[in-house]
């Protein structure tokens, strides 16, 4: 099972919104075969463990060991459940359940029918840790949360600037952790800002430090007159403004790849974000905002990990960082600066 997760994290960049698997299939102690899931549209680990197997027949005494259990339904792929029970596999071994609603135990059911022994949660854990943002979606309805700032020795994650159209924002990030952070949008679905950090930064929210695609690029627009110029509004990525629900959508006519969602702003905004989020599917969110955009996210208790990338460098005054919030916190040196990666304590709620 440990060899089924080093298989899976092979496709992290390709597999979502799909979970990333890896199997691996056992002959009299020997492995035989091995797959991951590639990409979302392609075959399945299951399968492709199945197809690496050199001889078939060797499959009738065979155990397949899988990372997270097989799938039950017809999507873009035919189930693995039904692939096993032909292929006459007669043990099957599974790491977690999954939660997606199509299978949630439907694919072991369907193995068990079919008179194949199954073993359930061997790491299951570790399992579980390895498709988090997956599991965050389908339990909780909502994307996986990643809140992230940079900030000084001393707590501040600016310079008190009194033009923001104008002046630069201090960088505490080194050539090298910039390059790690456009690994991390790499590896988020979606990327959120706040309307004074549009205009502060003008910030590209693109992958151009690290291969990998591009994140759909949002930005919290409450009265829609955000400048056509900025570079969220390029057209060489989508980009979803969120306006209040009294501006025309015709703010953002003409404007390349941008499509203007309306939110009621009398209300708390981040429910019907993440809604919307999940409607389209979104798995993760990497929220690279302002002070006030990740305190509102803190508040509510709405994210799963915070990144803080921290200088030594002291400021003496100047924005203040947010309040880092109580959890299990990992710390890791980046060249020169250090990594804090902060983790809920407990179990997660959903919006």
């Known amino acids: 099972m440990a060899r089924c997760i080093q298989l899976a994290r092979n496709g992290f960049y390709g597999a979502a919104p799909n979970p990333?698997?890896?199997a691996v299939i056992v002959r009299r102690g020997r492995i035989i075969g091995e797959g991951y899931h590639v990409r979302c549209g392609g075959p399945h680990a299951e399968v492709n463990?199945?197809?690496?197997?050199?001889?078939?027949?060797?499959?009738?005494?065979?155990?397949?060991?899988?990372?997270?259990?097989?799938?039950?339904?017809?999507?873009?792929?035919?189930?693995?459940?039904?692939?096993?029970?032909?292929?006459?596999?007669?043990?099957?071994?599974?790491?977690?359940?999954?939660?997606?609603?199509?299978?949630?135990?439907?694919?072991?059911?369907?193995?068990?029918?079919?008179?194949?022994?199954?073993?359930?949660?061997?790491?299951?854990?570790?399992?579980?840790?390895?498709n988090r943002r997956f599991i965050t979606f389908h339990t909780l309805r909502r994307p996986f949360i990643t809140l992230k700032w940079a900030q000084s020795a001393d707590g501040f994650i600016d310079t008190?600037?009194?033009?923001?159209?104008?002046?630069?924002?201090?960088?505490?990030?080194?050539?090298?952790?910039?390059?790690?952070?456009?690994?991390?949008?790499?590896?988020?679905?979606?990327?959120?800002?706040?309307?004074?950090?549009?205009l502060a930064d003008n910030p590209a929210l693109s992958v151009r430090l690290w291969a990998g695609r591009q994140p759909l690029r949002l930005v919290v627009d409450r009265e829609g007159n955000l400048p056509s110029g900025l570079r969220l509004f390029d057209g060489t990525q989508q980009t979803r403004a969120y306006v209040d629900a009294s501006v025309p959508r015709a703010v953002?006519?003409?404007?390349?790849?941008?499509?203007?969602?309306?939110?009621?702003?009398?209300?708390?905004?981040?429910?019907?974000?993440?809604?919307?989020?999940?409607?389209?599917?979104?798995?993760?969110?990497?929220?690279?905002?302002?002070?006030?955009?990740?305190?509102?996210?803190?508040?509510?208790?709405?994210?799963?990990?915070?990144?803080?990338?921290?200088?030594?460098?002291?400021?003496?005054?100047?924005?203040?960082?947010p309040a880092w919030p109580r959890g299990r916190m990992e710390v890791e040196p980046l060249d020169g600066n250090a990594l804090v990666r902060i983790f809920p304590a407990c179990s997660r709620r959903a919006v």
């Open 20 to 22: 990333m698997v890896g």
């Open 49 to 130: 463990a199945v197809r690496s197997v050199e001889h078939p027949e060797w499959l009738a005494d065979s155990t397949l060991y899988v990372s997270l259990e097989p799938c039950s339904h017809y999507g873009r792929t035919p189930p693995c459940a039904d692939m096993i029970v032909e292929r006459g596999i007669p043990r099957v071994v599974v790491g977690c359940m999954d939660p997606f609603a199509r299978v949630a135990g439907r694919g072991i059911a369907k193995l068990r029918d079919a008179g194949v022994e199954v073993k359930v949660g061997v790491l299951e854990e570790e399992c579980r840790a390895l």
């Open 160 to 198: 008190l600037r009194a033009d923001y159209a104008c002046e630069k924002a201090y960088v505490f990030s080194t050539p090298f952790s910039q390059m790690c952070m456009h690994r991390v949008r790499a590896a988020h679905q979606a990327i959120l800002v706040g309307r004074q950090t549009a």
């Open 252 to 321: 953002y006519e003409g404007r390349p790849g941008v499509v203007c969602v309306r939110l009621d702003f009398g209300r708390d905004i981040l429910p019907q974000l993440l809604d919307d989020l999940y409607g389209l599917s979104v798995q993760s969110l990497l929220v690279e905002g302002g002070r006030q955009l990740l305190e509102s996210f803190l508040a509510a208790d709405l994210w799963d990990e915070v990144r803080v990338e921290q200088s030594p460098v002291s400021l003496g005054n100047g924005v203040p960082a």
